[in-house]
C-alpha cells in the first residue's frame, strides 16, 4: 500500500537516493531541502516516477516553518504515514581553531532541525496513535572522533534522543527508528581530506536505509563491517580508547 513519505535533507546525496528508492517502490514523497533548485531538479528526476516527489522547500531551522510545512503535506497529500528528518550538515572542528559559530551551526541544523521535525509531527501521531519517525544520526555519534567535536555531539544527542524516547512512543502506538550510516559518498563527504573505510555509494545506502526500516528494527546500521566495528570501541575504557584514537591524528 502506497505511503505518505516526509523527508528532510532530500536535496542531495544520501536524502536525494532515499527518496527515488521509496518512490520506485510506490511511496507518494514530500520531499523538503532548503534549496528550492534542488528539489526542482529531484522531482524532474522523478517524472518517470509518475509523479510521486512532490516538493516542499523548508528550512529546518525555523521550528514554525516545520509546524506548517508538515499541515501542509498533510492537507494536500494525506496522513504523513513516515517521517524521515535526514537534514543535516557537516563541519570539522579542532581544538586550535574551535569556535562556538561552528558548534551552533551544528547544533541548528542536525538537532534542531530534526527535534522542530519530531514537535511538528508527534501532537498529529500520538493522536491518531500511528506513524514511523526515522532519525538519521551518524556512527560518528557513537564515540568522541578527532575534529568531530561539533558534529559527533549533535549525533550522540540524537542517539539519546532517539532512545529516551522509544519506551514511550511504543506506549503511545508511534514507531521510531534510528538510522546510524558508516561513510556514504555524499557532497559533504567528497571534502574529506582523510581515506573512509568502506566508503559506500548512496544509492546502496538507500537501498540499505529504506529495507531496514521496513524491517521495524529501531537500529538501522550499514555498513555492519564498519559499524560493528565502531560499536565495539564504545566499550573500551579511556586507556584504550585515546591511545588507539590518538592515532588518526596528523603531525
Known amino acids: 500500500m502506497s505511503r505518505v513519505v516526509w523527508l528532510t535533507g532530500a536535496g542531495k546525496g544520501l536524502g536525494r537516493a532515499v527518496a527515488l528508492e521509496l518512490a520506485r517502490r510506490?511511496?507518494?514523497?514530500?520531499a523538503s531541502a532548503r534549496t528550492e533548485a534542488d528539489l526542482v531538479t529531484l522531482a524532474t528526476d522523478a517524472n518517470e516516477l509518475d509523479g510521486q516527489i512532490r516538493p516542499f522547500p523548508l528550512d529546518v531551522t525555523d521550528e514554525e516553518a516545520n509546524a506548517a510545512t508538515v499541515a501542509a503535506i498533510e492537507q494536500q497529500m494525506g496522513p504523513i504515514n513516515l517521517a524521515i528528518l535526514n537534514a543535516g550538515t557537516h563541519a570539522p572542528i579542532?581544538?586550535?581553531?574551535?569556535?562556538?559559530?561552528?558548534?551552533?551551526?551544528?547544533?541548528?541544523v542536525?538537532?534542531?532541525?530534526t527535534v522542530h521535525g519530531i514537535a511538528a509531527l508527534l501532537p498529529r501521531f500520538i493522536g491518531r496513535r500511528s506513524g514511523h519517525i526515522a532519525v538519521v544520526a551518524s556512527v560518528a555519534g557513537y564515540r568522541g572522533l578527532?575534529?568531530?567535536a561539533a558534529y559527533g555531539a549533535t549525533k550522540a544527542a540524537l542517539i539519546n534522543m532517539?532512545?529516551?524516547l522509544k519506551p514511550e512512543l511504543d506506549r503511545a502506538g508511534v514507531r521510531i527508528a534510528l538510522v546510524n550510516p558508516g561513510f556514504v559518498r555524499t557532497p559533504l563527504t567528497d571534502r574529506n581530506?582523510?581515506?573512509?573505510p568502506f566508503l559506500m555509494e548512496a544509492d546502496d545506502a538507500a537501498r540499505r536505509l529504506v529495507v531496514g526500516l521496513d524491517s521495524g528494527r529501531f537500529e538501522i546500521t550499514f555498513p555492519r563491517r564498519f559499524t560493528w566495528g565502531l560499536k565495539l570501541l564504545r566499550c573500551l575504557p579511556y586507556a584504550l580508547y585515546f591511545p588507539l584514537v590518538g592515532r588518526l591524528l596528523k603531525d
Do not use: H, I, Q
Open 162 to 164: 532517539c532512545e529516551a
Open 26 to 30: 510506490g511511496d507518494r514523497v514530500a
Open 110 to 113: 542536525n538537532l534542531m532541525g
Open 94 to 108: 579542532s581544538a586550535d581553531a574551535f569556535t562556538a559559530t561552528t558548534f551552533r551551526t551544528l547544533v541548528e
Open 193 to 196: 581530506p582523510f581515506p573512509m
Open 146 to 148: 578527532p575534529t568531530s
